[in-house]
């Protein structure tokens, strides 16, 4: 299938309307004549959902011609978030699974070997991880039929979201895609048993029991359900439901960043960093560690030389002369060897607030540059 037929825009349009505004973010492989598309960030902040950008989940596409290489699953969304319990109630039950807390992996095949993409990236260290996998399981290649893109979630300590799985590590599949339609496999368990493959788990629970299981505050370290309504010759409709407590902790790990680390200590607001190590899970609480010992560290080394140069610059200037002490004062703080501190020193000498001095110096740190949220949504 061509891609611009799927989404019904020619290539033109897409570009301008999609790809100059960054609704949908494309990425290009470094050695193969492939794109990814993935919605942008704008499109989930303005919650831009159209026909397009549902259908921008991670497709790959062949550059030259427009094949479809790869079809993912499209956006589907929260319960509630596009409908409710009560319009849902004319469909039948759908197949309730469980909804494993990995990374989406995205299976493509080019020249007789197969690859994985996370979400966005043919590069990333997810899509590397899982092309290692993948590629070290000779039998699963073997039988990958190539009609269908299959979709796996990522299961890796290293690069784990919220759920601790311990020490499991390998590929769950969800799907095998048929290009063309969309349609996936229905006895996808039965296929994954004969290729020795683990799939997620099925619950045998009604859309409403799923629904009032997530209230319980009580479940711990699960993620919750994907239900899922298989349709004929079509992609089927998905809803995600989860839990409370992974709801909770999601929010955190995905929202909190090194800056925002930064303005709960330059604020003093102790309630929240409580928080980040009293209610989240230890891996979470180590990260902020890391970055709040960081942070600090380089706080108290700005203010430590500071406050040194300050005083030693008290002794060095001639106080019998106002206007030439200023002067004098000016000449040491600028001196190359003080450069570093000296808009730090010149809030001390006129009285001024010189800590948020500080904090601005260290938000602008080179190290601080490189901080991301210890899981970035927006590339896995």
Known sequence: MNFYDYIKMPQAKFEEKYINTRLVMRNEHPTFPLYIYTYGRETVHEQVWDYVTIRCRGIIVHKETGEIIARPFEKFFNFGQIAEKAELTEFSQPVVWEKVDGFLCIGYKWEGRWYVASKGSFTSPHAKWATHWIQNHPHLEQYLPDSKTPVFEGVCPSLRTVVDYGNREEMVLLALIEKETGEELPQLEEWARLV?????????????????????????????????????????????????????????????????????????????????????????????????????????RILHASQCIYDASLHDVDHSDFGKMRKDFAHYFTRPEHAEFSGVLFAMLDGKDYAQVIWKKVKNAPFMKGGHPLVDEYHI
Request: glycine share 6%.
């Open 196 to 300: 020795g493959v683990s799939v997620a788990k099925r619950h045998d629970i009604t859309m409403q029991e799923a629904h009032s299981n997530t209230y319980d505050e009580s479940v711990k370290n699960e993620e919750g359900y994907v239900l899922t309504w298989y349709q004929m010759g079509q992609p089927p409709f998905r809803l995600k439901l989860k839990f409370a407590d992974y709801l909770r902790l999601h929010r955190l790990v995905t929202g909190v960043s090194p800056k925002h680390i930064l303005e709960v200590l330059r604020n003093g607001w102790t309630t929240e960093l409580d928080g980040y190590f009293n209610n989240s899970t230890p891996w979470f609480s180590h990260f902020v560690t890391k970055w709040k010992r960081t942070i600090q560290t380089e706080y108290e």
